[in-house]
């Protein structure tokens, strides 16, 4: 994860191709309950960062170079759509057409296999990458951003090239965790 950005904006081919990459994700049933907002407009960027976040929090330092990414996206999950799908004759034998009965969120995981599938795209790309959660602002955004109704966001990605030296780093001294500390085989 990449916070710190530079201004250089990113070409629309290299966007283009982010997106591309994100719609191609597994989908249970087929469902395609997912869509991304793209917000590349300065305007809409700051429209963006004043409806989610207030002022005290714009004027971090480190706040600065996150608001600086040229790409803001909006990955948005959309529960009905697979209820529909699992409604439909094909589907119907399962208990999936009651939002009760699935066993994990489906719409809001096939949602992050796309938010999955930005973040190494960004990373083939040579660009850098931050998802983050959106903790204010979510019904607003949705109404200035014109989104349907029953598509919620699950966070944004800011996309953009990252400063000289920028590097994904663990933010606690213990570092990323071994794999063996992780992954079991055959049991636990």
């Known amino acids: 994860m990449v916070r710190n950005f530079s201004d250089e904006p990113v070409s629309p081919a290299l966007v283009e191709q982010l997106l591309v990459n994100a719609t191609r994700v597994p989908s249970a049933g087929y469902s395609q309950g997912f869509a991304f907002v793209v917000l590349t407009d300065p305007d809409q960027r700051r429209l963006f960062w004043e409806t989610t976040s207030g ?27 697979y209820l529909d799908r699992y409604a439909m004759p094909d589907k ?71 400063t000289a030296g920028e590097l994904s780093k663990p933010e606690l ?11 079991r085989w055959e049991h636990w």
Request: charged share 15%.
């Open 55 to 81: 002022p005290e929090w714009r004027g971090e330092s480190e706040s600065e170079s996150l608001i600086r990414a040229p790409v803001l996206i909006i990955p948005l999950a959309h529960k009905q759509a």
């Open 92 to 162: 119907a034998h399962t208990p999936l057409s009651r939002e009760d009965s699935w066993p994990a969120p489906y719409w809001d995981i096939d949602t992050g296999f796309g938010v999955m599938l930005i973040l190494l795209t960004a990373i083939d790309l040579g660009l850098g990458a931050l998802f983050f959660a959106i903790f204010a602002g979510e019904s607003a955004l949705m109404d200035a951003l014109g989104v349907p109704a029953g598509y919620r966001p699950i966070g944004a990605i800011a996309v953009g090239h990252p």
């Open 173 to 183: 001294s213990s570092g990323r965790r071994h794999p063996t500390e992780v992954v």
